[in-house]
C-alpha cells in the first residue's frame, strides 16, 4: 500500500506558550489523505482550521507531532527544504482570491512556474491549459481587477495547481462568494481536482459543500473526529 498523501500525526500548537493566557488550539491531532481523496475539514469560525492548514502546508510548525507528505517526513526540515516542498508538493487556495493585481491571470499562473525553474513558454502553455480547463480561457490576458469574483477565484484555482502538486489545501474558498457562484466555483475546484488526481483537504463551513466531498472530518476541541 502506498503512503498517504497527507499524514498528520500528535499535532500539537499552543499559542502564547507559558504565559498565563496561553490557548491549546490543537491537541493531538492525526489525520490521513490517501492519493485523489478529498477530505472537508468543517468547524466553527476560531477553532484553528486555519492553523491546522498553515502547519499541514509548512507555513507554520506545531509545537509537537509531525506532517509527512508523500511519506518524507517534514517536521524538522530547514527553510530552503520547507519552501522547495511548499512550491512543488502544495497548491493553496484561500477564501480571497490574493492574484497579484497589477498581472493577468496568465501572468499569475505563470509565475509560480517561473521560480520553480520551468520555460516561460512550457509555463504558459499550462496556463492556458488550465484556464481552459475552468472556463476562462477567455479571460487570460484580463487583470484581476477586470474579472468577476468567481472567475478569480478560478484564476487562483488554476495559480494553485501550476506547478501539479500532489496536495491541494483550500480554507473556505468559497466563502466570499454568493450562494450561486459558490456553488459554481466548488464545483469546478472539485471537478479540477478529481481530474488531476491529486489530494484535497478543504476546509468550509458549509454543510452542502462538505457532503459532496469523498469524506467529512470535524475539528472539535482541538481534536478531529468523524463527521
Known amino acids: 500500500m502506498s503512503d498517504p498523501v497527507l499524514r498528520l500525526t500528535g499535532l500539537e ?4 506558550k507559558g504565559r498565563q493566557n496561553e490557548v491549546a488550539v490543537l491537541k493531538g491531532i492525526d489525520l490521513e489523505l490517501a492519493r485523489g481523496e ?18 499541514a502546508g509548512l507555513l507554520d ?16 526540515l530547514g527553510d530552503r527544504r520547507r519552501t522547495i516542498a511548499r512550491r512543488r508538493d502544495i497548491g493553496f487556495v ?16 505563470t509565475l509560480p512556474q517561473l521560480a520553480d525553474g520551468v520555460a516561460r513558454r512550457t509555463a504558459e502553455t499550462r496556463a492556458r491549459e488550465l484556464l481552459e480547463h475552468v472556463g476562462v480561457g477567455a479571460r487570460a490576458d484580463h487583470r484581476p481587477s477586470a474579472m468577476s469574483g468567481g472567475e478569480q477565484q478560478r484564476v487562483a484555482f488554476c495559480r494553485a495547481l501550476a506547478n501539479s502538486p500532489r496536495l491541494l489545501l483550500a480554507d473556505e474558498p468559497t466563502g466570499n462568494l454568493d450562494p450561486g457562484t459558490a456553488d459554481q466555483v ?3 475546484l ?37 463527521g
Open 186 to 188: 466548488f464545483a469546478t
Open 38 to 55: 478529498i477530505v472537508a475539514l468543517v468547524a466553527p469560525s476560531g477553532a484553528g482550521k486555519s492553523t491546522l492548514l498553515h502547519i
Open 94 to 109: 484561500y477564501q480571497f482570491h490574493h492574484l497579484l493585481p497589477e498581472f493577468t491571470a496568465l501572468e499569475n499562473i
Open 61 to 76: 510548525t506545531a509545537d509537537a507531532g509531525e506532517v509527512a507528505i508523500g511519506g518524507t517526513v517534514m517536521t524538522g
Open 13 to 16: 500548537k499552543v499559542y502564547n
Open 190 to 226: 472539485v471537478g479540477l481536482v478529481r481530474d488531476t488526481g491529486l489530494s484535497a483537504l478543504i476546509a468550509t463551513h458549509n454543510l452542502e459543500l462538505a457532503a459532496r466531498m469523498d469524506r467529512v472530518v470535524r475539528l472539535d476541541a482541538g481534536q478531529i473526529v468523524p
